[in-house]
């Protein structure tokens, strides 16, 4: 147990040296690191409980997106029924999916087959999955169309792609600092900001859809009177400003994807905040035809079913670009420019966690931490030179060793440190302790049972360190579960807990047998000091 | 220089003695604790129901409760409490859960900022919605049950199964104790909870492992020692590192305690209950001796004389000598 090979000595010592290195970066201000080379930048990052910031977990809504594939099912039906020329009655959104009722029964087959074009082969992760997209069934001449489970989860899935490039474009807009942008299960995105101290408008910004439309207005009734009796088929009752309401086309003149810029400015006559916009050639081209065919009628630019303004079209507008007025505040206007030029999300958010630190509560707990670590590392240092004198030493060394260690490897990781983290750490000084202090009182045991000093030396090392291997891989264990399911802080409490009990079973296993053994040999001891 | 020694070489106490006593003990108040869990409580953080908590530093002087109190309570958010937080200018604001799913939360922030206004700063806010919540407690739940779960497993493969059962029993018995202990304190039950009672329980069967190694050694050694016997002197040969190893960690916890701040007060405190106070009672009173309870060495030659293999220094079997004469 106390020989080692020269070449040995020279891994142990460099795996040692090369992993504390590692720890390096730490102590340098970010500035001097950026200008290292890449390879030699990886450092512990600060949770946003230590750092301050905003953590905001966003929510999918998978209900939108389920109806929103259901209207477009709905569509795609009436746009085939009618291009096959196949008579129909009754096609409606019914539950969880489309139903037709085929008139003339001989058409049925026909229909069938002609539906069955809307259900496309899934791809899994191995090619085909043998799931469709949409289920198509006949009951008599009633034909039911329902999408997939799996077809909606694929749905959303992409739902959330979207939205993590329309966020990510919301949020750089508004110029924060480093920002990270992450999905989390299948209908999740993770948002944390560091720095951000009051997320209100960061909220106000991913809570928006931004859905603009520009619809004509329905003029058949008035919209008070539309809303008592029943509105027409093809419009729909929306809010405007204050308690006005509109009766609005369901059929959308030019939508916001065909934007290509959207600036906040003033209008030159009134000095009130507006947004100027531009269109693409399509939607240029879209907006001059609706516009040169309605001229004196009055059209409604519709932002998340909410009517922001409703001008009559004074003459046509063909340049393919505008502006919107309707009661802006700077802020406002300069709030829907940016969200105009990211982009529509494709459903709504809802924001089902948050979590905020200011910066004065982040700092507090650092200092509380270091306070902690240095306090504690003090006591167990005292304590185990006054225990074990200079092997107590050793030991010291040991979990100095360890430390730094733990840094090395944190950093590698680029992993997060929280507070609980620093729990974890401070937690760990005392697993490696225990390392130690087990091989410690073996060798005293081995002492009493009337070894000679180098004999107790080795046995106590040899027996100690089973025990030491399996009492800290089930603490592993339980850092590994707590890793799995835990989140947030709880995550970087297993991760330092974890890397601790690995760093500290290599300090057991190879340094403090290291430097004992060296010691060994100078000395040759009779007695063995503890 | 002489060493500081805290237990003294070769102790022989008679623990096993203790287990008519320990075991109703330990019955008793696991029968208590979960009582507590059951007719008071724990106090669920919002991790685990919901809500909101917001945590504010008033920026002259000391925060004036009453009528904060009074102006939340003007805002009609449902049950909410206030409390002092560590300082007397800081504020811990609890919001129970608001009807209306995750949205409503967020729409009561947005009341208590507009209320408190710039005359505080805002330290922390946490909003956890209903959807959230629901999964954080069911993660916690499986958490602790699939950790338990392979550390049994991993014991059952090490060990024999008596001892995979026993350390189970005795760490499920140090969680059930430590739920007791929080109930009883009314602290703040959440996510870093979870990590305290995993922590508690990675310690405690640490410390379980560390014995029942020992024991296992001696049964190979001794072939004929009684199981109180062989246990007792298990105990008492690991009694010195226990009673080190839980003083280091008894001081690097009330470190933690006395100046890792408020954030991770409840959670030091966890620990120091369930790992210092429980955990080295249960591997000593109760996971030890209910090796005889599940069989352990119950085939083994009980009372006979004593063969020691190594080490040479034991005395020679008294027998062999009487023979001889």
């Given at each position: 147990?106390?020989f080692?090979?020269r070449?040995?000595?020279a891994a142990?010592?460099?795996?040692a040296?090369?992993?504390?290195?590692c720890?390096?970066?730490?102590?340098?201000?970010?500035?001097?690191?950026?200008?290292?080379?890449?390879?030699?930048?990886?450092?512990?990052?600060?949770?946003?409980?230590?750092?301050?910031?905003?953590?905001?977990?966003?929510?999918?809504?998978?209900?939108?997106?389920?109806?929103?594939?259901?209207?477009?099912?709905?569509d795609?039906?009436?746009?085939?029924?009618?291009?096959?020329?196949?008579?129909?009655?009754?096609?409606?959104?019914?539950?969880s999916?489309?139903?037709?009722r085929?008139?003339?029964?001989t058409?049925?087959?026909?229909?069938?087959a002609?539906l069955?074009?809307?259900?496309?082969?899934?791809?899994?992760?191995?090619?085909?999955?043998?799931?469709?997209?949409?289920?198509?069934?006949?009951?008599g001449n009633?034909?039911?169309?329902?999408?997939?489970?799996?077809?909606?989860t694929?749905?959303?899935?992409?739902?959330?792609?979207?939205?993590?490039?329309?966020?990510?474009?919301?949020?750089?807009?508004?110029?924060?600092?480093?920002?990270?942008?992450?999905?989390?299960?299948?209908?999740r995105?993770l948002?944390?900001?560091?720095?951000?101290?009051?997320?209100?408008?960061?909220?106000?910004?991913?809570?928006?859809t931004?859905?603009?439309?520009?619809?004509?207005?329905?003029?058949?009734?008035?919209?008070?009177?539309?809303?008592?009796?029943?509105?027409?088929?093809?419009?729909?009752i929306?809010?405007?400003?204050?308690a006005?309401?509109?009766?609005?086309?369901?059929?959308?003149?030019?939508?916001?994807?065909?934007?290509?810029?959207a600036?906040?400015g003033?209008?030159?006559?009134?000095?009130?905040?507006?947004?100027?916009?531009?269109?693409?050639?399509?939607?240029?081209?879209?907006?001059?035809?609706?516009?040169q065919?309605?001229?004196?009628?009055?059209?409604?630019?519709?932002?998340?079913?909410?009517?922001?303004?409703?001008?009559?079209?004074?003459?046509?507008?063909l340049?393919?670009?505008?502006?919107?007025?309707?009661?802006?505040?700077v802020?406002?206007?300069?709030?829907?420019?940016?969200?105009?030029?990211?982009?529509?999300?494709?459903?709504?958010?809802?924001?089902?966690?948050?979590?905020?630190?200011?910066?004065g509560?982040?700092?507090d707990?650092?200092?509380?931490?270091?306070?902690?670590?240095y306090?504690?590392?003090?006591?167990?240092?005292v304590?185990?030179?006054?225990?074990?004198?200079?092997?107590?030493?050793?030991a010291?060394?040991?979990?100095?060793?360890?430390?730094?260690m733990?840094?090395?490897?944190?950093?590698?990781?680029?992993?997060?440190?929280?507070?609980?983290?620093?729990?974890g750490?401070?937690l760990?000084?005392?697993?490696?302790?225990?390392?130690?202090?087990?091989?410690?009182?073996?060798?005293?045991?081995?002492?009493?049972?009337?070894?000679?000093?180098?004999?107790?030396?080795?046995?106590?090392?040899s027996?100690?360190?089973?025990?030491?291997?399996?009492?800290?891989?089930?603490?592993?264990?339980?850092?590994?579960?707590?890793?799995?399911?835990?989140?947030g802080?709880?995550?970087?409490?297993?991760?330092?807990?974890?890397?601790?009990?690995?760093?500290s079973l290599?300090?057991?296993?190879?340094?403090?047998?290291?430097?004992?053994?060296?010691?060994?040999?100078?000395?040759?001891?009779?007695?063995?000091p503890? | 220089?002489?060493?500081?020694?805290?237990?003294p070489?070769?102790?022989?106490?008679?623990?096993?003695?203790?287990?008519?006593?320990?075991f109703?003990?330990?019955a008793?108040?696991?029968?208590?604790?979960?009582?507590?869990y059951?007719?008071?409580?724990?106090?669920?953080?919002?991790?685990?129901?919901?809500g909101?908590?917001?945590?504010?530093?008033?920026?002259?002087?000391?925060?004036?409760?009453?009528?904060?109190?009074?102006?939340?309570?003007?805002?009609?958010?449902?049950?909410?409490?206030?409390?002092?937080?560590?300082?007397?200018?800081?504020?811990?604001?609890?919001?129970?859960?608001?009807?209306?799913?995750?949205?409503?939360?967020?729409?009561?922030?947005?009341?208590?900022?507009?209320?408190?206004?710039?005359?505080?700063?805002?330290?922390?806010?946490?909003?956890?919605?209903?959807s959230?919540s629901?999964?954080?407690?069911?993660?916690?739940?499986?958490?602790?049950?699939?950790?338990?779960?392979?550390?049994?497993?991993?014991?059952?493969?090490?060990?024999?199964w008596q001892?995979?059962?026993g350390?189970m029993?005795?760490?499920?018995?140090?969680?059930v104790?430590?739920?007791g202990?929080m109930?009883?304190t009314?602290i703040?039950?959440?996510?870093t909870?979870?990590?305290?009672?995993?922590?508690?329980?990675?310690?405690?069967?640490?410390?379980?492992?560390?014995?029942?190694?020992?024991?296992?050694?001696?049964?190979?050694?001794?072939?004929?020692?009684?199981?109180?016997?062989?246990?007792?002197?298990?105990?008492?040969?690991?009694?010195?590192?226990?009673?080190?190893?839980?003083?280091t960690?008894?001081?690097?916890l009330?470190?933690?305690?006395?100046?890792?701040?408020?954030?991770i007060?409840?959670?030091?405190?966890?620990?120091?209950f369930?790992?210092?106070?429980?955990?080295t009672y249960?591997?000593?009173?109760?996971?030890?001796?209910?090796?005889?309870?599940l069989?352990?060495?119950?085939?083994?030659?009980?009372?006979?004389?004593?063969?020691?293999?190594?080490?040479?220094?034991a005395?020679?079997?008294?027998?062999?000598?009487?023979?001889?004469?």
């Open positions: 147990m106390l080692f090979t070449w040995k000595v142990i010592l460099l795996v040296f090369v992993v504390c290195l720890a390096v970066p730490n102590f340098f201000p970010e500035r001097t690191v950026k200008r290292w080379p890449e390879w030699a930048q990886r450092h512990v990052v600060l949770g946003l409980d230590l750092q301050g910031g905003s953590h905001l977990l966003l929510q999918v809504d998978a209900g939108a997106v389920r109806k929103e594939r259901l209207q477009s099912l709905n795609d039906v009436l746009r085939l029924l009618r291009q096959a020329r196949i008579q129909f009655t009754g096609r409606a959104v019914v539950g999916g489309v139903q037709v085929i008139t003339r029964d058409d049925v087959d026909n229909a069938l002609k069955r074009e809307l259900s496309t082969p899934l791809s899994g992760i191995l090619g085909t999955s043998g799931q469709r997209s949409v289920d198509v069934a006949a009951n009633l034909i039911t169309l329902t999408p997939s489970d799996a077809a909606l694929e749905r959303i899935r992409q739902a959330v792609d979207q939205s993590i490039q329309i966020i990510e474009r919301r949020v750089n807009e508004l110029g924060l600092v480093e920002p990270t942008i992450q999905r989390e299960g299948i209908d995105i948002v944390q900001v560091p720095g951000l101290q009051d997320p209100s408008r960061l909220k106000e910004i991913l809570g928006k931004a859905k603009l439309d520009f619809r004509m207005v329905d003029q058949s009734m008035p919209a008070e009177q539309a809303a008592q009796t029943r509105p027409p088929a093809d419009s729909e929306l809010d405007g400003e204050g006005v309401k509109y009766l609005i086309e369901k059929r959308v003149l030019v939508s916001g994807a065909d934007l290509t810029d600036q906040p003033f209008d030159q006559r009134t000095s009130e905040p507006i947004v100027s916009f531009r269109f693409n050639s399509s939607g240029a081209r879209k907006f001059a035809e609706a516009t065919a309605n001229v004196g009628k009055p059209f409604a630019i519709v932002l998340d079913d909410k009517v922001i303004s409703a001008p009559v079209i004074r003459e046509p507008i340049g393919g670009s505008g502006q919107i007025s309707g009661n802006f505040t802020q406002s206007a300069n709030d829907l420019a940016i969200l105009l030029r990211a982009g529509a999300l494709p459903a709504p958010l809802t924001i089902i966690e948050e979590r905020t630190v200011g910066p509560l982040g700092q707990s650092i200092t509380a931490g270091e306070h902690a670590a306090a504690g590392a003090a006591l167990v240092i304590f185990m030179f006054a225990t074990y004198g200079l092997f107590g030493l050793f010291n060394i040991a979990v100095a060793v360890n430390i730094a733990i840094f090395g490897v944190l950093s590698l990781l680029s992993a997060t440190l929280t507070l609980p983290g620093i729990a750490i401070v760990t000084v005392g697993i490696a302790v225990d390392s130690n202090v087990l091989i410690y009182e073996r060798i005293r045991e081995e002492v009493r049972a009337g070894r000679s000093a180098i004999n107790a030396i080795d046995a106590g090392f027996r100690a360190l089973a025990t030491i291997l399996d009492s800290n891989i089930t603490t592993f264990i339980a850092a590994a579960v707590l890793f799995y399911i835990g989140t802080p709880v995550r970087g409490f297993a991760v330092t807990l974890g890397v601790g009990i690995l760093t290599f300090t057991a296993f190879t340094l403090t047998r290291l430097i004992v053994a060296y010691w060994v040999r100078l000395w040759r001891p009779r007695t063995v503890i | 220089m002489r060493l500081l020694r805290i237990v070489d070769d102790t022989k106490f008679d623990f096993m003695r203790f287990r008519r006593i320990s109703p003990v330990s008793l108040l696991s029968i208590a604790a979960i009582a507590l059951f007719f008071h409580g724990l106090n669920f953080g919002i991790d685990f129901v919901g909101t908590l917001i945590e504010v530093q008033t920026k002259a002087g000391p925060a004036d409760l009453a009528k904060m109190r009074s102006t939340i309570g003007g805002l009609k958010l449902g049950d909410f409490q206030l409390q002092e937080f560590g300082a007397a200018n800081d504020v811990l604001i609890r919001i129970s859960e608001q009807p209306g799913g995750d949205e409503a939360q967020q729409a009561a922030v947005a009341k208590v900022r507009e209320a408190l206004g710039e005359e505080v700063d805002y330290r922390r806010v946490e909003v956890v919605g209903p959230v629901t999964e954080l407690l069911a993660y916690g739940t499986i958490g602790l049950v699939l950790a338990i779960g392979a550390i049994l497993i991993y014991l059952w493969f090490r060990f024999e001892f995979a059962l350390a029993i005795a760490n499920v018995h140090d969680l104790l430590t739920v202990f109930s009883l009314h703040d039950f959440d996510l909870s979870i990590a305290a009672l995993l922590t508690i329980l990675g310690y405690s069967l640490n410390d379980t492992v560390v014995i029942y190694d020992r024991i296992r050694e001696m049964l190979r050694r001794y072939k004929r020692m009684s199981m109180p016997d062989l246990l007792n002197v298990s105990i008492n040969a690991t009694l010195s590192r226990s009673i080190v190893t839980h003083l960690v008894a001081i690097s009330l470190a933690l305690l006395l100046f890792g701040g408020q954030a007060h409840s959670f030091t405190a966890t620990m120091m369930g790992v210092v106070l429980v955990g249960t591997s000593v009173f109760i996971a030890s001796p209910i090796l005889i309870y069989g352990v060495g119950s085939n083994r030659m009980e009372g006979a004389a004593e063969e020691p293999e190594p080490p040479a220094a005395a020679t079997p008294p027998q062999r000598a009487r023979t001889r004469r």
